[in-house]
Structure formats: C-alpha cells, structure tokens
C-alpha cells in the first residue's frame, strides 16, 4: 500500500513537502504520480518519476514550483511544493505503476488515501 504524509494548511506563498511512503512492496521498479483532487473539479496529474532512470514530468501548472524526488533505500517518494498558490488546494495522491511514469489514472497499481492541502490565509 501507499501511504501519504505532509499535507496541511499553509499561506500563500509558503511551502509544504509530501511524502508517499511504500509499504509491502519495493518502489524500486516503480514509476510513482502525484495527483490531485479539488473541490468540484476533475482529478489531475500533477507529477511523476520514473523508476530506475528517475525521469521526471510536471504539468504545466505546476512546472517551476514543484519537484518530485524519490529516495529508494526508505522507498518514498516525494514532492516538494513551493509558491503556493490557493489554486493548489486539493487533496494529493500518490501512485504506482510498474516500470514506467505515466498521468493516466487507469494505468496505476497502486493508490494512497490522499492527503489534504490547503493554501489560503
């Protein structure tokens, strides 16, 4: 299973890092997304990294201010989150898929509960 951590509430402006911690199973060849949910609205890709090759990708709304990393011996991955803005309230999600970094929802193995962030002030 996947396990989120790291959300809350935070200023504009400010920053917050999440955490997708593996459980069960090695993240090592696993490509690991972050999705995100807000109110009302369609769940949309936000990032992902690829396994192995640590290949990354960012939607455009997000490209600048966010990073995703991955630490394999602790198999987490991560996602930085700076220049928060309330637009990017919404609960996050982390997934897995196997071998390769995708933002299509269908095409995970794996899914986290979600952990809600708040931008506002």
């Known amino acids: 299973q996947l396990v989120e951590s790291g959300g809350g509430l935070v200023q504009p402006g400010g920053s917050l890092r999440l955490s997708c911690a593996a459980s069960g199973f090695s993240l090592f060849y696993y490509g690991v997304a972050w999705f995100r949910q807000a109110p009302g609205k369609d769940r949309e890709a936000v990032s992902c990294?690829?396994?192995?090759?640590?290949?990354?990708r960012y939607a455009d709304s997000v490209r600048g201010r966010f990073t995703i990393s991955r630490d394999n011996p602790k198999n987490t991955v991560y996602l930085q989150m700076n220049s928060l803005k309330p637009e990017d309230t919404a609960v996050y999600s982390c997934?897995?898929?196997?071998?390769?970094?995708?933002?299509?929802?269908?095409?995970?193995?794996?899914w986290g509960k979600g952990a809600l962030v708040t931008v506002s002030s």
């Open positions: 997934a897995a898929r196997y071998r390769d970094c995708s933002f299509y929802v269908s095409d995970m193995n794996y």
């Open positions: 990294i690829g396994p192995v090759d640590t290949n990354t």
